[in-house]
């Protein structure tokens, strides 16, 4: 037992096993009084422990941080998806992960959905997402699971958990990978305008089955990248991986005009790598400009036949893409921008799809794992230029940094940076509040939980209405 405690304590990756409010927490410091709203929080929690599951597929909990008047409240619950409620009536595990029945499961169930990745509010409602199943309407006060929304039945299938939302015109674009079934090469692609009226969806075929986490969306243009951590329904069947990484199969990017068809899509290529989020992307004359996270190589997934993808090369670092939409050829640049590895790129939405100047992440310590070990949180131009870096202490680790502004007319990046920070020697977590723009001088304001947050997915910020 005394060693099952140590080795959970060198993470903060398992789940918690309860749901909890905190109405008053503990803060060191004092919170700016302009951040009245809420941070809400997404990650895999997993209900009941499954043999060989994968930790992207553990159930969803949301944790909802709400500052007022310089008070702060803490509140958590397991998102109500048709799984969670099956197993939870029966008292186990029923899935495997990534859609998968163990052999004895109920043959009626067939819903697998987690929401376990991101949680955004558009068109006045918030919404838990994954990208396998449609959004799952959330009460954002109760954090009480609504359902299934899909936007009077004009969307249907897989929904990415990452989709932009146009800061001028307020329209949502998003796609969704597997868009003809379970590891199929067909995406799907669409919007949905201010009012929360779907505008858009169609299909089209990528190049082969890939896992696409994230994409990219400029003012005029769409991009999707397909790499090579591929989909096999043959692997899935005969107990192999269902999703592996296959170098050969090189990396293409699809570019479409916003206001386009995708029948008209031009592919571009460029050497394996893989990418799970996107910092932001914009239009330069006849180029488009991506900043993005790289990995050499995939983790968290091994080769075809089971064996590890190269531990050296499976860390993330801040690179550029540069896609010459005039030129005559078909491959687009990868220029890395820093050493420093790192993971969940974030930057003041306000200038999503148009040219930034700031830009967060949370930095990781090159000689342990990625995940599960980012320990600090970096500050960035628009040239990928450091600008500040701080460094959590020993042991401690931080969860993806999301951006306030101080107020909708502030300039770009004057406001505040949020992120959960885990305690590793009191197993605890505390809510960090940053200065955006002087991260080096660490937290102006800590709101102390009594418990941990798991290291989790991705959070926003929505002010008080």
């Not at 397991?78 to 009536?89: G, I, N, Q």
């Not at 801040?318 to 930057?347: M, N, S, V």
Request: aromatic share 10%; net charge negative; hydrophobic share 40%.
């Amino acid at each position: 037992m005394q060693q099952d405690a140590v080795a959970e304590r060198r993470h903060n990756l398992g789940p918690i096993p309860f749901e909890a409010d905190a109405p008053f927490l503990k803060i060191i410091g004092e919170l700016p009084r302009e951040l009245n709203g809420t941070l809400f929080r997404n990650g895999p929690n997993p209900q009941f422990d499954s043999p060989g599951a994968h930790w992207f597929v553990g159930d969803g909990m949301l944790h909802a941080f709400h500052l007022e008047n310089g008070r702060a409240s803490h509140r958590n619950r397991w998102v109500r998806t048709p799984k969670w409620l099956a197993e939870h009536d029966a008292g186990r595990a029923l899935f495997g992960g990534f859609g998968r029945k163990l052999p004895d499961a109920p043959q009626d169930l067939t819903d697998g959905g987690v929401a376990n990745t991101n949680i955004i509010f558009h068109a006045g409602k918030l919404l838990a997402l994954e990208e396998a199943h449609l959004p799952t309407e959330i009460d954002p006060g109760t954090l009480a699971t609504r359902g299934y929304h899909n936007y009077q039945g004009r969307v249907a299938g897989s929904f990415t958990a990452h989709p932009k939302i146009d800061p001028v015109t307020g329209e949502l674009v998003f796609f969704g990978f597997n868009a003809a079934g379970p590891l199929t090469p067909a995406l799907s692609y669409g919007s949905i305008d201010a009012s929360g009226k779907a505008t858009r969806f169609e299909r089209f075929e990528a190049p082969y089955a890939s896992m696409v986490h994230d994409f990219i969306v400029t003012e005029n243009h769409v991009l999707f990248p397909i790499l090579p951590v591929t989909g096999s329904m043959e692997r899935a069947i005969s107990g192999r991986p269902p999703y592996a990484w296959e170098p050969d199969k090189g990396a293409y990017v699809g570019v479409i005009k916003r206001k386009g068809s995708a029948k008209d899509i031009v592919w571009f290529r460029a050497e394996a790598c893989y990418v799970f989020h996107v910092m932001n992307a914009w239009e330069d004359g006849d180029r488009i400009i991506a900043d993005v996270m790289q990995f050499e190589e995939a983790p968290l997934f091994t080769h075809p036949d089971g064996t590890p993808t190269n531990p050296e090369k499976s860390f993330a670092r801040h690179c550029r893409w540069t896609f010459d939409l005039a030129g005559k050829t078909d491959r687009f640049q990868q220029t890395y921008l820093d050493d420093l590895t790192g993971e969940f790129p974030r930057i003041d939405d306000r200038r999503a799809g148009l040219k930034s100047r700031h830009g967060w992440y949370a930095c990781a310590n090159p000689k342990l794992p990625m995940f599960g070990a980012l320990s600090g949180v970096v500050l960035v131009d628009g040239n990928g230029t450091r600008l500040g870096h701080y460094p959590l202490p020993a042991g401690d680790t931080i969860s993806e940094p999301v951006f306030v502004e101080r107020s909708k007319d502030a300039a770009e990046g004057d406001g505040w940076l949020l992120a959960v920070v885990w305690r590793a020697r009191e197993n605890r977590s505390d809510l960090a509040v940053f200065n955006a723009k002087d991260v080096e001088a660490g937290p102006v304001a800590l709101v102390q939980l009594g418990h941990r947050v798991p290291d989790g997915f991705h959070g926003n910020w929505v002010g008080a209405r």
